[in-house]
C-alpha cells in the first residue's frame, strides 16, 4: 500500500490559459511544453488503515490545510478509481526551494498521480496517468511525459480525449532553459483564479483561443526541426498574448514585477548583440529563458548581474515520471 514516484516539473511554450470545466480541468485550448530536468518532486503515498484523516508532509514539515485539503480531494479520486477507502500519509519534497516563486503544481500532482495510483493498486498506462494528474493541476498532466509534449485540449465533456502525448524525447534537442527568479512574494491570484476570471472578463479571450493553433503547429515545427529562432519567436508571443488577456480582464491584474521587466530588457539586447535567446512567462514574476546550451553560462552571468534576479537555475529537457 506503499510508493513512490519522481516527477518534473514542465515549462510551456504555448500555455495552457483557461477551463471548460473547472471540475475535471478540461482546458479551453491545448498546450505544448518541455519537461525540465532541473525542477522535480520526489512523493510517497503510504495508504495505512489507521488513519482518520490524510496527511501531507511537504519539504519535511506538515503542510499547511489548503494544501493538505487540495491533495486529499485528489486522493480521493484514486480512492474512487480504486474503490477503497483508506486514508494516506503523502510525503512530498522539492528539488527547488519553496518561497522562490518557482510552481511545484505539475511535478508535484504528476509525482502524486504516479505514487498513489500504484500504492492504492491501480495499474494505469501513461494516457491514464496523463488524466488523473489532469485531475490535480492541468499543467500536470504534461509532466508524465519528458522531453517535449501537447496537451490536446480534447472536446468530450467527460474528459476522456484531454490527456498529454510525448512530442519529442528530451535528447531530441538539448535546448537549455534558465529559469530566472525574480520574486519571492506569494502571489496574490493563483492561476486556477487567474484563469477564470479571464475566461469570464476579458474581451480577448477569444482572440486568445484563435491564436492557439497555428502557433501550436508552429511550435511543434520549430522543435521538430530544432530552430530556436522560430520556437522563441512564437514563445514569446503566445507567452505576452497570455498575459495581454489578464491585462484586458475585470477587473485587470498583471503578476509582472520590476524583475520581470528588467529580464525580458536583458534578452532583448542578448539579441541584438547576436546571441540568441527568447523569454517566456507563467502566471508570476519569473521569467524563462530559452538558448542554446553554448550560451547558457553566458547569459545565466548577464541574468545575475540584474539587481531583480535572485537565482538563475539552468535546465535542459528531462525525462517523465517513474516509479522509484
Ligand atoms: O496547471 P496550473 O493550474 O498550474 O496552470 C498553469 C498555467 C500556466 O502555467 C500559466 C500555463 C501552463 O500551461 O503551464
Not at 55 to 64: F, Q
Amino acid at each position: 500500500m506503499q510508493a513512490s514516484a519522481k516527477a518534473h516539473s514542465n515549462m510551456a511554450l504555448i500555455k495552457y490559459w483557461g477551463k471548460r470545466d473547472e471540475t475535471l480541468m478540461l482546458p479551453h485550448n491545448s498546450s505544448f511544453s518541455v519537461t525540465l530536468d532541473a525542477l522535480y518532486t520526489t512523493t510517497t503515498v503510504a495508504f495505512d488503515a489507521a488513519l482518520d484523516h490524510d496527511i501531507l508532509i511537504l519539504n519535511g514539515r506538515e503542510a499547511e490545510e489548503k494544501a493538505r485539503l487540495k491533495v486529499s480531494r485528489f486522493l480521493d479520486i484514486v480512492r474512487e478509481m480504486a474503490g477503497m477507502n483508506i486514508h494516506a500519509k503523502v510525503t512530498s519534497q522539492n528539488s527547488f526551494p519553496t518561497g522562490a516563486g518557482l510552481a511545484s503544481s505539475a511535478s508535484g500532482f504528476a509525482a502524486l498521480a504516479c505514487a498513489a495510483s500504484k500504492a492504492a493498486g491501480l495499474e494505469l498506462d501513461g494516457k491514464a496517468l496523463s488524466m488523473l494528474a489532469r485531475r490535480g493541476s492541468g499543467s500536470a498532466c504534461r509532466s508524465i511525459y519528458g522531453g517535449f509534449v501537447e496537451w490536446q485540449k480534447g472536446v468530450k465533456l467527460d474528459g476522456s480525449d484531454s490527456y498529454a502525448k510525448p512530442v519529442a524525447p528530451p535528447e531530441h534537442w538539448p535546448l537549455s532553459l534558465l529559469i530566472a527568479t525574480v520574486s519571492d512574494k506569494q502571489k496574490k491570484i493563483s492561476s486556477r483564479e487567474g484563469m477564470a476570471k479571464t475566461v469570464a472578463t476579458s474581451p480577448f479571450y477569444n482572440s486568445w483561443l484563435n491564436t492557439i493553433e497555428e502557433d501550436l503547429a508552429q511550435a511543434k515545427a520549430a522543435v521538430q526541426n530544432r530552430d530556436l529562432d522560430t520556437l522563441g519567436k512564437v514563445a514569446e508571443r503566445n507567452a505576452l498574448r497570455m498575459h495581454a488577456t489578464m491585462l484586458s480582464a475585470d477587473p485587470p491584474f498583471l503578476y509582472w514585477q520590476k524583475g520581470t521587466i528588467a529580464v525580458i530588457r536583458e534578452v532583448e539586447s542578448l539579441r541584438e548583440s547576436g546571441i540568441p535567446a527568447y523569454f517566456t512567462i507563467d502566471a508570476g514574476a519569473n521569467v524563462a529563458v530559452l538558448c542554446e546550451p553554448s550560451h547558457a553560462a553566458q547569459i545565466k552571468e548577464k541574468l545575475l548581474r540584474l539587481r531583480e534576479v535572485q537565482h538563475v537555475i539552468v535546465s535542459g529537457p528531462g525525462p517523465g515520471v517513474t516509479l522509484l
